[in-house]
């Protein structure tokens, strides 16, 4: 019995790996029929009546416009000597993504995807909010000078000028391009999907609103602290009473719990865009009372991948964001000791300012 429940396994495994390489032979088939289809228009050959848009997938139109964001970012950081343009379209891409699946099913079925249009409305909110946040900051200033993410030039200066090169084209501005347009991938899986908004649907739309209020929250009392820290000159700033102020880095509010909580709620916002596309697939196993392990198993999908991707990125991006953080404010590791780097979780203790405020 034993043997047989593992050549089950290993053959259901078998099965998952050839449904995953059928389906990207069929993906990379439809992107090469939409080059053919492309480069027949621009030599006059192809037929003025089809139109490439309407005649092919939408995920193979969809990695044409990665395609061209790549080429953007890579250029204009070369041009501008600026590699934040990954970063200027960061909240913007996404968005564009999400609408280009939603169009693309209207245009070709005449119908309206509700499932998919709730989901592209709140992935909108996502970016809207984001990019309030970063042009507050300043991140877009004029078209060739803006504000650049202060780890690139510290970057530059520690690489060899042909390897940063390297660095940008190949992690700056195609990795980052191609993860964006990974993490709206989901949205292709909800096209495919039912039509109609559910019950499931609506419990992870109220999910991927709270995380986002928390977001929201967040970055608003870091923005508060660093406008006032940044109002003081330093040389003042030992002398202030505020020991956070003193301290230089904000401990208070959601940070008291979470050292990154804008962090964590934006990596779980696009685990709620990627659970949003398995939630027929979790109805219907629910329906089938089917064993959660084997719901489970039938959610995964390539289109996940985005997720991991993300929260790798965001892992690597807090450590070597901190270790800035920690070399300008040695404080900073009482902090690191007894609040969670991610994740919000109660406090280990109290750090100095917390001790210095209840003295107060």
């Not at 090169?165 to 964006?180: G, H, K, R, S």
């Not at 949205?187 to 039509?195: D, F, K, L, Q």
């Not at 070597?320 to 070399?327: M, N, Q, Y």
Request: with cysteine.
């Amino acid at each position: 019995e034993g043997r047989q429940k593992t050549a089950a396994r290993l053959i259901l495994r078998m099965e998952h790996w050839v449904h995953f390489q059928k389906e990207w032979a069929a993906i990379w088939g439809e992107t090469l029929s939409y080059n053919h289809c492309v480069f027949e228009k621009l030599v006059g050959r192809g037929s003025s009546e089809d139109s490439c848009f309407a005649a092919h997938d939408s995920l193979a139109s969809g990695i044409y416009l990665c395609c061209a964001f790549i080429i953007y970012s890579f250029v204009w950081s070369i041009v501008g000597r600026n590699c934040s343009k990954v970063d200027q379209i960061w909240s913007i891409v996404p968005v564009v993504y999400c609408w280009h699946f939603f169009l693309h099913y209207c245009y070709t079925t005449n119908e309206i995807h509700y499932r998919m249009l709730l989901l592209a409305s709140l992935v909108t909110l996502w970016g809207t909010r984001l990019t309030f946040n970063f042009w507050r900051k300043d991140g877009y200033g004029t078209f060739f000078t803006h504000e650049e993410d202060y780890r690139w030039p510290i970057l530059r200066k520690k690489m060899h000028p042909v390897v940063f090169l390297v660095f940008n084209l190949t992690f700056i501005a195609t990795y980052q391009n191609v993860l964006l347009f990974w993490i709206a991938v989901p949205a292709y899986e909800v096209i495919n999907g039912p039509r109609e908004i559910a019950v499931g649907d609506l419990v992870v739309a109220g999910l991927f609103a709270a995380l986002l209020i928390m977001e929201t929250i967040a970055d608003e009392q870091h923005w508060v602290f660093q406008s006032l820290k940044h109002s003081i000159p330093p040389e003042q700033r030992s002398k202030l009473a505020d020991p956070e102020l003193r301290q230089g880095f904000y401990t208070s509010g959601l940070f008291k719990y979470s050292r990154h909580p804008n962090y964590f709620a934006e990596q779980a916002m696009w685990l709620c865009v990627f659970l949003y596309s398995t939630t027929p697939t979790i109805a219907a196993g629910i329906a089938a009372s089917l064993p959660l392990a084997q719901i489970a198993q039938q959610c995964l999908h390539w289109t996940g991948l985005g997720c991991i991707q993300l929260m790798l990125l965001f892992q690597g991006s807090m450590n070597f964001g901190e270790s800035i953080t920690l070399s300008k404010y040695p404080a900073y590791k009482d902090y690191q000791a007894v609040t969670s780097m991610c994740i919000p979780m109660p406090s280990k203790g109290m750090t100095h300012s917390d001790a210095s405020k209840k003295s107060n």
